[in-house]
């Protein structure tokens, strides 16, 4: 191994270059996450791939045998995860402390309560404080770094979990000081970074200025985006490790974390590691390509070639279409033909546009309100339940009254 620093080897054991410190990354797991369309079946496989994501890591740290476990926040989906994954969580930190993995963590914006009255304002993660299986960085606005030896080499660990208050004019990190207090410095955070933002976010976001600030900070560690991202700010370097398992429908992301080795002053190696995640598959069908007179049959054969049994299909119908056509679509069993045949199917149908049949161009057409297909759908269903008319014209317009 080459010395560190151009340091020449030597028989002087201080002179020897030093073994870099390893470390896995992870964040954004959502342990516990609900999804209201799908069964009760379907949801516990659908949570049993999130708990393998955060397996996967930890097997990966084990396996490595990484001197740090690093989490930057969002191990649940809520302040209130179900039982069982709090279990499963201790049994994975557990498995660390025995391999000699020291772990850390923040909190994130889905596991932080908003308000004293939501679980007396405590995080669910402060029980592995307890027994001390997890350091917790539980402070908005004080990164209270510690200091461990590993193998000769001191490390500074310190973060700051999510702050609830903040408004998306704030940056996280202004004013906040972390100085050097080792040879290698790393701090965790779970907000946006300049440089690694949703497209039109409304939340705070670390500027890269007060990233190069931290004169103490060799590693900056950022949860909450979901893409692995690494950049260099300054002498920091920036690690967005992604989450374990895909979050978005139609999003274009690995489920992923991150290994790391770090040498005095520098992060040296930077790995993104991919995680074996559920099969998500964004479609587009455009009505355009629909046989007029079948655009049911026609949907469906579309959409054949992505149902399969162990995918969660995301479906986005795009155009300009007709009344009649549209009564012809028919959303509701496309639904159920799509969950008939994949693991789960969702509709996406705001790219529809209705055509004014007054005027002379699909190219007038109307886009869909929420009101209008709400409308168009209970009439389709009165004409083919005409014994339901009374109940459905009922509910009709209590759905109609909720959007005045």
């Known amino acids: 191994m080459s010395g560190a620093g151009g340091r020449a080897q030597g028989s002087d054991p201080a002179a020897l270059p030093r073994r870099p410190v390893r470390a896995v990354v992870t964040a954004d797991n959502h342990l516990s996450r609900g999804y209201a369309k799908m069964s009760p079946q379907k949801l516990d496989v659908r949570r ?40 499963f969580v201790a049994h994975e930190l557990r498995r660390l402390a025995a391999a000699g993995i020291h772990s850390f963590g923040i909190a994130g914006t889905h596991d932080s309560p908003k308000m004293m009255t939501v679980e007396g304002g405590t995080t669910p993660q402060k029980i592995y404080e307890q027994f001390e299986a997890m350091r917790m960085f539980n402070d908005f606005d004080d990164p209270s770094p510690v200091v461990v030896d590993v193998a000769g080499t001191t490390v500074a660990v310190g973060g700051v979990s999510f702050n609830p208050v903040l408004m998306a004019a704030d940056d996280p990190l202004a004013g906040i000081d972390f100085p050097r207090r080792a ?3 790393i701090m965790l ?36 985006y979901h893409e692995f991202r690494q950049f260099g700010i300054g002498p920091v370097k920036v690690i967005v490790p992604g989450a374990t398992e895909r979050m978005i429908y139609g999003a274009e992301r690995d489920a992923s974390f991150a290994y790391v080795e770090l040498l005095p002053g520098k992060a040296d190696r930077v790995q993104k590691v991919e995680v074996d995640a559920q099969d998500y598959r964004p479609v587009i069908v455009r009505t355009t390509e629909l046989d007029q007179a ?56 705001s790219g529809l546009m209705l055509v004014d049949e007054r005027l002379d161009s699909a190219g007038k057409g109307i886009r869909l309100s929420q009101k209008e297909e709400i409308g168009l759908v209970a009439c389709e269903l009165m004409g083919q339940e ?3 008319k009374e109940v459905l014209e009922k509910a009709m317009k209590e759905l109609l009254l909720a959007y005045d």
Not at 53 to 82: C, K, N, T, Y
Not at 192 to 216: Q, T
Not at 303 to 320: D, I, M, N, R
Request: charge should be negative.
């Open 386 to 388: 005409p014994e339901r």
């Open 48 to 87: 049993q791939w999130l708990r393998k994501g955060f397996r996967q890591a930890v097997d990966f740290a084990i396996e490595s045998q990484a001197d740090l476990f690093l989490h930057a926040g969002d191990l649940f989906d809520s302040p209130q995860p179900r039982n069982v994954d709090r279990a």
């Open 183 to 185: 040879d290698v410095g």
């Open 189 to 224: 955070v779970h907000y946006s970074v300049e440089g690694a933002c949703y497209d039109e976010s409304n939340e705070p976001v670390i500027s890269k200025a007060s990233i190069a600030a931290l004169a103490g900070v060799d590693l900056l560690v950022a949860g909450h």
């Open 294 to 349: 079948e655009p049911f049959e026609s949907a469906c054969r579309r959409l054949e070639t992505a149902l399969t049994s162990g995918a969660v299909v995301k479906v986005k119908l795009e155009g300009p279409l007709s009344r009649e056509m549209y009564r012809g679509l028919r959303i509701r069993d496309l639904l159920q033909f799509g969950n008939n045949h994949a693991f789960h199917m969702e509709i996406d149908a």
